[in-house]
């Protein structure tokens, strides 16, 4: 079935991870909460869509890492 579904993206950021991990001073401007994979709802026509439409929020030029793209119920 083709159409706009709606996919969970599992989504954690590296740099930060790496400085919480090693005791360092996070320096990316985010919160250390992005060591910790976070779930974010995003509408696409696939999962390859849905991952693209979130890396472009989050890149990962950033250190955005992408763990997991789940479809939900429509």
């Known amino acids: ?7 969970e993206v599992a989504i954690h950021n590296e ?3 790496k400085s919480v991990r ?11 909460d992005w ?3 976070r ?3 995003v509408r ?3 999962p390859e869509a ?3 439409k979130i890396l472009a929020r989050y890149p990962e030029r950033r250190g955005f890492v992408v763990s ?4 939900l119920p429509d």
Do not use: C, F, I, W
């Open 1 to 7: 079935m083709s159409g706009v579904h709606r996919y």
């Open 15 to 17: 740099l930060v991870k």
């Open 22 to 32: 090693e005791a360092d001073p996070n320096k990316t401007g985010l919160s250390d």
């Open 35 to 37: 060591a910790d994979t």
């Open 39 to 41: 779930y974010v709802e």
């Open 44 to 46: 696409a026509e696939t």
């Open 50 to 52: 849905a991952k693209r």
């Open 68 to 71: 997991e793209v789940r479809q």
